[in-house]
């Protein structure tokens, strides 16, 4: 598979953005969707973050005929059965509990839907939607752990301060940024799209 000289991420998170322009920096030119001037609210409708991910990558090539990846990401929790995977943004939110995007309010109804369960692991998992030269692929990364009764830590974001991932003492909000990013879930997936780039 090859990249363009000139690929839409279909972001606007600065962070993000930057970790991926970091690693393509010698491939492809990478742009935000303010750069060409897209600020559509996208339609993030399907039931998975495969099909959210598509739909993301799709709209981009669609309306505005750029080669376009796309990421969306989940906390997949065992005793919830997989829950609030594709809901995570806006957990809180869809129980009347909060507006979207309010972090303390999705893990307070995390850790409440918790109560007492003993299997408490859990998994980020990510998945990138790749348009190019005409196809799509699916590229995902994972990272299994656990969720802690009670939150720790302040950096990160998101459900960060109640994840531990499998084999660490910290959680994802009390480790080094650097290390946290280099572990991610978001990074394994990105790594997976580039393994599949040719040279
Ligand atoms: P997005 O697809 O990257 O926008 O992620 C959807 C939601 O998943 C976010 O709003 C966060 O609640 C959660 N999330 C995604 N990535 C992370 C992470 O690295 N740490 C903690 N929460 C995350």
Known sequence: MKLPETIVFATNNAHKLQ?????????????SLSEINCHDDIPETASTLE????????????????????DDTGLEVEALDGAP?????????????????????????????????????ARFRTVI???????????????????????????????????RPEGEKLTFAEMAPEKKNAMSHRRRALDAMLASLED
Not at 51 to 70: I, P, S, T
Not at 100 to 116: E, I, Q, Y
Not at 131 to 154: C, H, M, P, Q, R
Request: with cysteine; proline share 1%; net charge neutral.
């Open 129 to 163: 939607a790749l348009i190019s030269d005409g196809k799509e692929y699916t590229f995902e990364g994972k990272v299994n752990g656990e969720i802690l009764e009670t939150a720790a830590g302040s950096d990160g974001f998101g459900y960060d301060p109640v994840f």
């Open 19 to 31: 970790e991926v322009r970091d690693i393509l920096k010698d491939r492809c030119r990478v742009l």
């Open 85 to 121: 995977g594709v809901k995570s943004a806006r957990y809180a939110a869809c129980c009347g509990e909060s507006t979207d995007h309010d972090s303390k309010a999705n893990m307070r109804v995390l850790l409440r839907n918790l109560t007492g369960a003993t299997d408490r692991s």
């Open 51 to 70: 099909g959210n991910a598509l739909l993301k990558a799709r709209w981009v090539k669609e309306h505005y005929g750029y080669d376009c990846f796309a």
